[in-house]
């Protein structure tokens, strides 16, 4: 089994900055991709970013440019460092991560960006 664990949630003020951090524990030989995403009240979760093993990432158009995704293959962790926040970043994170072509998801850490 794999477990996830975030951390790093918090109220923050508009254009703030947190990061989220994830830590993959249990059987696991290697991580494949690893990612974040979120899902903000009534809303659908939708996907914030990814990395592969390699370092290749990807992002939401709505994070590019103030979110950087980051890993460490000996930690088996994942990094969001979150920059410029605005009101609209509001959600419960998600990390998730691919384990032997099987997905697993974290608990989530809530993040409210407020004045």
């Known amino acids: 089994q794999v477990r996830l664990v975030e951390s790093g949630g918090d109220l923050v003020q508009p254009g703030g900055s947190l990061r989220l951090s994830c830590a993959a524990s249990?059987?696991?030989?290697?991580?494949?991709?690893m990612g974040w995403h979120r899902q903000a009240p009534g809303k659908a979760r939708e996907l914030v970013a990814t990395?592969?093993?390699?370092?290749?990432?990807t992002y939401a158009d709505s994070v590019k440019g103030r979110f950087t995704i980051s890993r460490d293959n000996a930690e088996k962790t994942v990094y969001l460092q979150m920059n410029s926040l605005q009101f609209e970043d509001t959600a419960t994170y998600y990390c998730?991560?691919?384990?032997?072509?099987?997905?697993?998801w974290g608990q989530g850490t809530q993040v409210t960006v407020s004045s």
């Open positions: 998730d991560v691919i384990v032997a072509t099987r997905n697993y």
């Open positions: 249990g059987s696991i030989f290697r991580i494949d991709t």
């Open positions: 990395i592969t093993r390699g370092g290749s990432t």
